[in-house]
Structure formats: structure tokens, C-alpha cells
């Protein structure tokens, strides 16, 4: 069961936290830095605020659309999120991260076409959620921001790709995980956990993805939360 976070957020959290840890190994000649322009000393071309590049004779060069780190930092739930410095290290997953807005936004813990809501949802912590299916999934996360490896919870309609066991090749390390009576759950540890299950009366599923093994306080966490799972 490839996730909507599998296929989509948690590849984009992963890699915006590279990025946040690429930002003090940033040379000091990437776009936008002090020694990549003369603006100082009043020499060379200039960017004013709409990213127009300006020459020194006052006339426009050209124009082009800077990239939206705001957006996608509120969306990934990285503040530090830079897609310029990004760009540098994959070009690619700039872009994609530069245009999550139009297929991801912050919003309500709820999903008609999943048919759940979440209503347990502590102070601080935020959804977001799938304005478009991806390869036949929807749905909505559960993030807590500034922590973009920090626990995360996905609600989805079911996965045509199976399990992750399937996709890992682990079901036989499958084991139950009691996460409240909402969901039957199943993890498997790969070094970390990869947590899934399906919910006991509605067709969708349930993944939980973390960086580090589950304590007894993540395990009291996601079960209060999935407790607060309710049909919509």
C-alpha cells in the first residue's frame, strides 16, 4: 500500500529537510547571495522585488517568476525550506516543491472522498491536504511544522499498489500493533518502522510514517489521535 505520503509527501519532507541541512554548506555564489551581485557598490545588474532583472542603466533585462518558498515551506511544514539552494543540489525537486501548491494545501483534517475526519488533532499541529488525486490516491496528512521529520499520519483512499510489505518484500515481518479500534495496523521494521493498516468500516487506509523506532509516548500519541477518527 504505497501511501499518498509515499508517493508524494514524505519524498517531499525528506528531501526539504536535505535541503534545510544544505543551507550551511551553501557557497557563497549561489543566486541571491552577497558576493553573487554587485547591488552593493552600485555596479551590475540588479533583482527588484518582481523579480525583474534591471542592468545598471535602469533598463529590464528580462523576468521571470521566483520561486514561492513560502508556500512551499507552510505546505512541506519546513519554515527554513530555501527552493534556490535546493536548486542546486536537484533541480527537479525544486520545481515539484515550487508548484506543491497546486496540488496540496493546508487545510481541514478531513476528506469526503476518504470518508473520515480527524477530530483529535492537538494545538500546533496541522493538515495537508489533497486538493487533486495523485495516481488514484486522496487524502490528507496530519504534520506537526518545523518538525519535518517528525511523526506523520496519512489518511487515504486505498492504494493500488498493495502494502508496503509487498512493495519491501517483508510481509512475513508483519506483526499486529494495537493503535485503538478504529484500524487494524500492521508495522514492519526496515531500520525504521513502516507502519500501515486499513480502517474496520470505511474503504480507506491508514499510514504512519517516522525516522526513528516508536516510543511508548508516540505509540499513546498516534492512538489518541486515530481514537478521534470519525465517518463524514
Not at 54 to 75: H, N
Request: charged residues 25%; aromatic residues 4%.
Amino acid at each position: 500500500m504505497k501511501r499518498l505520503l509515499l508517493v508524494l509527501v514524505a519524498a517531499v519532507v525528506f528531501l526539504a529537510a536535505c535541503g534545510e541541512s544544505s543551507e550551511g554548506d551553501a557557497s557563497a555564489d549561489l543566486p541571491g547571495s552577497a558576493d553573487s551581485n554587485d547591488a552593493t557598490s552600485g555596479n551590475g545588474d540588479q533583482d527588484d522585488s518582481n523579480g525583474t532583472t534591471t542592468d545598471s542603466d535602469g533598463g529590464a533585462e528580462s523576468s521571470e517568476e521566483l520561486p514561492d518558498d513560502e508556500d512551499a515551506a507552510e505546505i512541506v511544514g519546513n519554515p527554513d525550506l530555501d527552493l534556490d539552494e535546493l536548486a542546486e543540489i536537484d533541480p527537479d525537486t525544486a520545481e515539484a516543491l515550487d508548484a506543491i501548491d497546486d496540488i496540496v494545501s493546508i487545510g481541514d483534517c478531513e476528506s469526503d472522498t476518504v470518508g473520515l475526519a480527524m477530530t483529535a488533532v492537538p494545538d500546533g499541529w496541522q493538515c495537508r491536504v489533497m486538493d487533486q488525486a495523485i495516481g488514484g490516491l486522496d487524502g490528507f496528512t496530519l504534520f506537526m511544522p518545523g518538525e519535518p521529520a517528525g511523526i506523520e499520519i496519512t489518511l487515504s483512499t486505498p492504494s493500488p499498489f498493495g502494502p508496503p510489505c509487498e512493495i519491501l518484500g517483508g510481509c512475513d515481518q508483519a506483526v499486529g500493533i494495537d493503535l485503538g479500534p478504529n484500524f487494524d495496523i500492521e508495522v514492519v521494521d526496515f531500520g525504521v518502522p513502516i507502519v500501515y493498516g486499513t480502517h474496520k468500516t470505511v474503504d480507506a487506509e491508514v499510514a504512519i510514517v517516522t525516522f526513528q523506532a516508536l516510543t511508548t509516548e508516540d505509540i499513546a500519541f498516534i492512538t489518541t489521535v486515530l481514537n478521534g477518527v470519525v465517518e463524514i
